[in-house]
């Protein structure tokens, strides 16, 4: 998943911060009699994740792309290349 950010133009800062958010997470489930011991998460997505919905949709557009391989006309379909994302920079504006 991270090769296919990069690969589309996420900004490294943005993708480290993803990363981060992917890695080494851990949960516990809360039942009114107890709470369970720690676990690690091993989904590759994060259920409630407002940015799952983003990121499947980069992913899926890259399989979909690998699947269809260059046969778009035979099998009636337009895809469009996926637009790189501007660098942010680190200016500031300062409000008057």
Do not use: H, W
Not at 21 to 50: H, P, Q
Not at 53 to 60: E, N
Not at 67 to 84: C, H, P, V, W, Y
């Amino acid at each position: 998943m991270f090769r296919i950010l990069k690969t589309n133009g996420i900004p490294l800062m943005l993708l480290n911060a993803i990363k981060a958010m992917y890695s080494n997470t851990c949960a516990k489930v809360v039942t009114e009699d107890s709470i369970s011991r720690e676990f690690k998460i091993t989904a590759s997505v994060l259920r409630g994740d407002t940015l799952a919905p983003f990121l499947f949709a980069i992913v899926l557009g890259y399989a979909l792309r690998k699947a269809i391989g260059g046969r778009e006309m035979d099998l009636g379909l337009t895809l469009t290349q996926t637009a790189k994302i501007p660098q942010p920079s680190c200016q500031s504006n300062s409000m008057p």
